[in-house]
Nanobody
Framework: QVQLVESGGGLVQPGGSLRLSCVAS????????MGWYRQAPGKQRELVAG???????NYVDSVKGRFTISRDNAKNTVYLQMNSLKPEDTAVYYC???????????????WGQGTQVTVSS
């Protein structure tokens, strides 16, 4: 029904930058909140940043001032600009979208397949 495809992960040195993108496609009436989560080995998945359709954003404390989330509603796309990356940012990053499929339906959560971000010298 709905597919989320992430791109932009990779290997970067500490202090470097990466930009993640996530495009939602399929049967979409509207998207409420879009967000980025991450999961490091041996740890629980955590919310990194979220953005509502209004543009309101929220961030986990550990990335405030370094990461910026944005979205293009016309393209059903969400971005995560990551600056001043640290080794502890290493994780698989997942895109999430809260999607209404039709005007009459409630919203459902959809997830991307994940993209690896590795911060290492």
């Amino acid at each position: 029904q709905v597919q989320l495809v992430e791109s932009g992960g990779g290997l970067v040195q500490p202090g470097g930058s990466l930009r993640l993108s996530c495009v939602a496609s399929g049967r979409i009436f509207s998207i409420n909140v879009m967000g980025w989560y991450r999961q490091a080995p041996g740890k629980q998945r955590e919310l990194v940043a979220g953005i509502a359709s209004t543009g309101t954003t929220n961030y986990v404390d550990s990335v405030k001032g370094r990461f910026t989330i944005s979205r293009d509603n016309a393209k059903n796309t969400v971005y995560l600009q990551m600056n001043s990356l640290k080794p502890e940012d290493t994780a698989v990053y997942y895109c999430n979208a809260d999607v209404r499929l039709t005007v009459l339906s409630g919203s459902r959560d959809f997830w991307g397949q994940g993209t690896q971000v590795t911060v290492s010298s």
